[in-house]
């Protein structure tokens, strides 16, 4: 690139080479910083070329300690994201299986741009987006777009709802469209969802954005979430990730858990802190009530097995019982 005569676009490049190559452990002198607008824009310029743009930065408001400040040289001390903050971004896209790998590596390039020249070589696996798990499927992003604008004007939606096959593709569950009203979407546990009702079942239901295909908005007007049984307020999708324990959503519970003490971590981690350790101890065991759903407990309960035991309510306990000797039914025929 041959920039010699475009002297006025020299601030926006000095201001590049400082986000770019520059913090706190890699201070920029004024020749180095010149040195690197001729090794990466083509452009020739001075020391004080360089001297009189990082003034008008400052000036402008850009907040930059200066040579005289540390009697090291320049950088920019406060950056829209440190290399930190993009590296967890980077992570969150890497763990996110709704994405497809070529996005996934489109959004790690787009990201880290936002970090020093010096992130990449100290996070050399996002470079291997590709052997990470992620969707197939490229209309992830249509797809919430899409229910997003069906979201805000409250309308209906229909798709098509896939499974994969024994060959390790995506095809059609059914023969039929799905036609549900969104509410909202969510992301639990590395993947994005749908909330919505399912008319068929009549009951808030949730679809997995990545098994999603041909989304197409209709005329109708969604049913209001509060006007569903069992439902009076509008959804509050924090409140409903933390309750719809896993997205399972279904009859909601104040539940009690006996496990060991040292394994409190666990409930905190799925119910967070608004649980209550109760009084009764016995043998390094506690008791802790939890509230969720019904279904979302259920399947937290078998998935921890034998570190919990639900003792109440007791029709949930039943439920699991039947659930527990259905699966050892399944191991004991050999």
Not at 60 to 75: K, P, Q, S, V
Not at 173 to 201: F, M, S, T, W
Request: net charge negative; proline share 2%.
């Amino acid at each position: 690139m041959d920039n010699t005569g475009s002297k006025k676009i020299l601030i926006l490049f000095v201001y590049e080479i400082l986000k770019r190559y520059s913090d706190v452990n890699h201070r920029l002198t004024q020749s180095e910083i010149a040195a690197l607008v001729r090794d990466v824009y083509g452009m020739s310029c001075d020391r004080k070329a360089i001297g009189r743009n990082i003034n008008a930065l400052i000036n402008a408001g850009i907040d930059i300690e200066t040579y005289e400040e540390n009697n090291a040289g320049y950088y920019l001390r406060e950056p829209l994201f440190t290399d930190s903050e993009v590296r967890m971004l980077i992570d969150s896209v890497l763990a996110s299986r709704y994405i497809s790998g070529n996005y996934a590596r489109d959004l790690i390039e787009k990201l880290s741009k936002l970090a020093t020249a010096y992130l990449s070589k100290r996070i050399p696996h996002v470079l291997q987006a590709d052997k990470w798990v992620h969707t197939d499927n490229p209309q992830v992003f249509l797809n919430i777009e899409l229910l997003d604008e069906a979201i805000d004007t409250h309308c209906k939606v229909q798709f098509i709802y896939n499974r994969y096959g024994l060959d390790l593709n995506l095809h059609t569950r059914h023969e039929y469209k799905y036609e549900v009203d969104p509410y909202q979407i969510a992301c639990c546990n590395g993947r994005y969802y749908l909330v919505c009702n399912y008319e068929k079942h009549d009951r808030v239901t949730n679809f997995r954005i990545d098994l999603i295909t041909d989304v197409e908005a209709l005329d109708t007007k969604a049913i209001p979430f509060e006007n569903l049984p069992y439902k009076s307020n509008s959804l509050d999708i924090a409140e409903y990730t933390k309750y719809a324990l896993n997205m399972y959503d279904g009859k909601k519970v104040s539940a009690i858990i006996k496990l060991k003490e040292e394994r409190i971590g666990d409930v905190i981690d799925w119910f967070g802190k608004d649980i209550t350790v109760l009084p009764e101890k016995n043998d390094g065991y506690i008791q802790v009530r939890v509230t969720g759903s019904d279904n979302g407990i259920r399947m937290w309960a078998i998935q921890y097995g034998r570190l919990v035991e639900v003792l109440s309510p007791a029709e949930l306990r039943e439920a699991i019982r039947l659930d527990v000797a259905a699966i050892a039914e399944k191991y004991n025929n050999i």
